[in-house]
């Protein structure tokens, strides 16, 4: 008998064909690559991941494909999503994809402009949250947010009183080789 995924092949061929173009989305960690979520995660009928996720940030875009929107909270990378995709039988996010794929494919910055800590206001908001201590002050001044750091979990971008977080969805960048 032909397996559920012998029979989405054909669709997923021509998903990859209209989506080549598409722009990029934040998704969820424990996804390869944003080719494999344009061909696989499209066609999902469960989108189990939605109510897996105790943050409530994983949302089904208008092209049908899961995304992260970091406006009320952020990531604890706590895998759910990863174990309700492969429970559903897809496979856009997995628990083994966890060795490749690095951080959440998001860049987060802060804008000088519209943080009041760069204009003499002392505003430690943005701090408390960030676990992985990514975001540099300069005293007590002039937050900036250490890429190197930053595992674009989102938790920072909520608790800013003037919105002066934001960011762009990137590739999903792959661990480099020798650190698998
Ligand atoms: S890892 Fe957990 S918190 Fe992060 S998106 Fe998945 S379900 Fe939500
Ligand atoms: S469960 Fe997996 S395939 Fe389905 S919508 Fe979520 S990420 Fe996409
Ligand atoms: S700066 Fe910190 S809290 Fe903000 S997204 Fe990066 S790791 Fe998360």
Redesign the pocket.
């Known amino acids: 008998m032909a397996s559920r995924r012998d029979f989405l092949n054909p669709f997923r061929k021509f998903s990859e064909k209209t989506k080549e173009s598409s722009p990029l989305l934040v998704r969820?960690?424990?996804g390869l690559s944003e080719s494999l979520f344009q061909s696989e995660c499209i066609m999902c009928e469960s989108k189990a991941?939605v109510a897996?996720?105790?943050?409530?940030?994983?949302l089904i875009g208008g092209d049908g494909t899961a995304m992260?929107n970091f406006t009320k909270?952020?990531?604890?990378?706590?895998?759910?999503?990863?174990k309700?995709c492969e429970d559903s039988g897809m496979s856009a996010?997995n628990l083994e994809y966890k060795m490749y794929a690095q951080n959440?494919n998001a860049e987060f910055r802060i804008s000088t402009q519209g943080c009041v800590a760069h204009h003499g206001v002392i505003c430690f908001s943005c701090k408390e949250p960030c676990l992985d201590d990514a975001i540099l002050f300069n005293g007590m001044f002039n937050p900036v947010i250490d890429k190197d750091k930053c595992t674009g979990?989102g938790f920072c971008m909520g608790r800013c009183p003037t919105q002066a977080i934001s960011y762009l969805p990137i590739e999903i960048i792959q661990k480099e080789e020798s650190s698998l």
């Open positions: 969820p960690p424990y991941c897996s996720c105790d943050e409530k940030i994983i992260l909270s952020g990531c604890t990378f706590c895998e759910e999503c990863a309700a996010l959440i979990c």
